[in-house]
């Protein structure tokens, strides 16, 4: 496991120990935006990259300790009716602190946001149970985005939020060393800590 602070090199640093540009990169900022493992693939498979998501309560349980963190009233992202109240609400908190130095509050408060944004972009995702496990290939630039901290930030295609973990199912080099001892072993990236991203804080710790 690959753990430090926000922007170090954990995932150019793996990159680097894999002998190839997999994980997405950025100087000192946060990329990773969630758990990244790395296995390796069985002979013959085609790599890959596999997401899957967080079931419908168990994002609504994760926006309401969010909104503990913020310090506001418990909300159920999946109602529509409280969300609207909680957008309102929240909307304006940060217009009243527009013009005030930015606190972890508003950091919790910009994520409840893009939470409630990203669940209604997706509702589809939630429609018949639990959102089904999602295989790319491996060079899928869209995919690749997704895992990124930023990507798609402000765009109806973002769902890092509703990521819960991502996979890279990759094949050995013959012409690097081994890094996952042929399935043995398996790499495991995990969002940095401190630089006030305390979100991923909460997530690595997990």
């Known amino acids: 496991m690959f ?13 680097a120990l894999l002998g190839r540009n997999l994980l997405p990169t950025g100087a000192v900022t946060a990329v990773t935006g969630t758990i ?17 998501y967080w079931d419908r309560k168990e994002f ?31 909307g304006e ?3 009243e602190g527009r013009d005030d130095a930015k606190t972890e509050q508003d950091e919790y408060l910009e994520i409840l946001v893009d939470c409630i ?8 995702l939630f429609q018949n149970g639990p959102p089904p496990t999602k295989s790319f290939a491996i ?45 043995y072993l398996r790499i495991v990236d995990v969002p940095g800590l401190g630089a006030g991203m305390r979100l991923h804080e909460a997530i690595t710790l997990e």
């Open 60 to 90: 609504a349980s994760r926006v309401r300790r969010l909104c503990q963190l913020a310090e506001i009233e418990n909300f159920d992202v999946t109602n529509d009716a409280e969300r609207e109240q909680a957008r309102a609400l929240i």
């Open 117 to 124: 944004h990203t669940f209604e972009t997706k509702k589809e």
């Open 36 to 52: 990244v493992y790395i296995e390796q693939a069985d002979e013959g498979e085609s790599e890959s990259l596999v997401f899957t």
């Open 139 to 183: 060079d899928d630039e869209e995919a690749l985005t997704h895992l990124r901290e930023d990507g798609f930030k402000g765009n109806d295609k973002r769902q890092i939020r509703l990521i819960r973990s991502a996979t890279f199912r990759i094949q050995a080099r013959d012409d690097f060393p081994n890094l996952l001892m042929n399935g």
């Open 93 to 95: 908190m940060m217009e």
């Open 3 to 15: 753990f430090g602070g926000t922007g170090v090199g954990k995932s150019t640093l793996i990159n």
